[in-house]
């Protein structure tokens, strides 16, 4: 269908970025592999780019590795960390698409994208530990680290889910070494050449640390109800103070109290509640009546940053709020923190969702009730 529609569109170029073809490949390159093959068998000229790991912010596979340099000194070793790959720079992926979408004409054929040095896993640990000004890792043995075990692991410890994390996992168990044609063959190569590892991990992390103070977790939940925009919006607004937040008992009272006791605000709410204002032990960051949006950042004492937005807008005949909870490090004390609190934090937000909607849809049988009345 997609190839068919970009004949039909006048689609003159296909540029697509793959992963590469080992033998044996996982579930995750396959799929990727075979997007690549209906691209090349289609009418318009397609250029598919194989690439292994991308060293950029943002990317799920470099998050992957800089968590595992930062988080302990140690490195489990499984047998697949002494596989190696050809990672490349972000950069340079942009520059070979940039150079793709100039090309005087259309190329039709696969090829890699390959950085300057063939490295395995380890090693790759070892240079971004290197870069971050870290002590190097020390490799411990690990023969029953699986896959899933390991995603598991990184669902807890960094930013990447482990639903996300395990197809990565799964495709470290072969060399992930270029096999076509390089893609210099047709596209030019940036000026200087690719950059080397240790520039684009500096890059990668340089770029992620002017964004944030640390690691960034979040989680998001989105609750489908019949109740009315208004009365989902007004549930929201009413969060804190005697109407509570809608979620397990007692809980946000403890947490108020142990704040109070360690020299936090504990809780309290202003009367008029607006930007900068206070609801118990959250700061308000933005509210936009018109838009629906409120943001509010934890006042607690933690190591990290805590902060909470919350949506309501209309999808088709019904109602959608929308909450996402973002949690930014401090350090390996605010990794700890996040990893024994998060089967707790699961359940809290979870339950208040959960409860604001009961609560809204509630308040609109009531006010039904009272019409009719």
């Not at 569109?9 to 075979?34: L, N």
């Not at 340079?92 to 890699?112: I, R, S």
């Not at 933005?286 to 607690?300: C, G, P, S, T």
């Amino acid at each position: 269908m997609l190839e068919s529609a970009s004949a039909d569109a006048g689609v003159r170029q296909v540029v697509y970025v793959g992963g590469p073809r080992p033998d044996s490949p996982s579930s995750h390159f396959a799929s990727r592999a075979e997007v690549g093959d209906v691209l090349a068998a289609g009418t318009v000229p397609a250029l598919v780019l194989q690439a292994s790991m991308i060293i950029g912010a943002g990317s799920t596979s470099f998050e992957l590795l800089r968590s595992t340099a930062r988080l302990t000194p140690w490195v489990p070793m499984p047998s697949w960390m002494h596989n190696a790959s050809r990672p490349i720079a972000v950069g340079d992926v942009v520059h070979f698409l940039v150079a793709a979408a100039n090309l005087a004409e259309p190329v039709d054929g696969v090829f890699d994208l390959v950085g300057p040095e063939l490295i395995t896993y380890l090693e790759l640990v070892q240079r971004c530990a290197h870069v971050l000004r870290l002590p190097v890792r020390l490799p411990v043995p690990a023969p029953l680290w699986s896959h899933k075990l390991a995603a598991q692991v990184a669902g807890l410890v960094t930013p990447v889910s482990a639903a996300v994390a395990e197809p990565l996992f799964d495709s470290l168990d072969h060399d992930l070494t270029a096999t076509g044609r390089p893609a210099t063959k047709v596209l030019p190569s940036p000026s200087g050449g690719v950059t080397s590892i240790e520039n684009a991990i500096r890059a990668a992390t340089t770029s992620h640390s002017e964004d944030t103070d640390g690691e960034v977790y979040s989680e998001e939940r989105t609750v489908l109800t019949d109740a009315s925009p208004q009365d989902v919006w007004r549930t929201v607004n009413s969060l804190g103070g005697k109407d509570g937040w809608h979620t397990v008992p007692l809980v946000w009272t403890v947490c108020g109290a142990l704040d109070h006791l360690l020299g936090g605000i504990g809780l309290y709410r202003a009367p008029e509640v607006g930007a900068g204002d206070v609801i118990d032990f959250w700061t308000v960051v933005h509210r936009d009546y018109e838009a629906r949006h409120l943001v509010l950042r934890a006042d607690m004492k933690m190591p990290g940053h805590t902060e909470l937005d919350m949506r309501v807008d209309r999808e088709d005949e019904q109602t959608r709020y929308r909450q996402k909870v973002t949690f930014t490090v401090d350090g390996l004390l605010g990794q700890l923190y996040w990893m024994t609190q998060k089967p707790l934090h699961d359940i809290v937000f979870a339950t208040m969702a959960l409860g604001i909607v009961k609560a809204s849809a509630a308040h609109r049988l009531s006010a039904g009730a009272g019409r009719r009345r």
